[in-house]
């Protein structure tokens, strides 16, 4: 895929893309306090499963971690891209 077809992808989809990052800002998933973590690990993972992704989640000691993997096993490439879908509080003094 080149990047033109991907900027038209992209590009097709914009309002979709937006809508999704909206709905995602809007999840609290405040790290400190575990507000909202559960309700972004189903969110995402249940993105990632409309979108055809192979969805795991593992609980660690804080937050789960969520692993994704699409496409052919025997890909010539890897993309790995790493995020948090935790925030910390605005007013984290307040937190400790």
Same mark, same amino acid.
Request: glycine residues 12%; hydrophobic residues 45%.
């Given at each position: 895929?080149?990047?033109? /077809?991907?900027?038209? /992808? ?8 937006? &809508? ?14 575990? %507000?909202?973590?559960? %309700? /972004? ?8 499963? &409309? ?30 891209? +790493?995020?948090?879908?935790?925030? +910390? ?5 307040? %937190?400790?």
């Amino acid at each position: 895929m080149t990047v033109g /077809a991907i900027d038209a /992808a992209v590009a097709g989809r914009e309002r979709e893309l937006v &809508g999704t990052l909206l709905e995602a800002v809007r999840i609290p998933s405040v790290s400190l306090t575990g %507000e909202g973590i559960a %309700e /972004a690990v189903e969110f995402l993972t249940a993105r990632m499963r &409309g979108w055809g992704f192979a969805v795991e989640v593992f609980p660690t000691a804080s937050q789960p971690i969520i692993y994704g993997e699409i496409g052919p096993a025997d890909a010539p490439f890897t993309w790995l891209t +790493y995020g948090h879908y935790d925030v +910390y509080p605005a007013d984290a003094t307040a %937190e400790g």
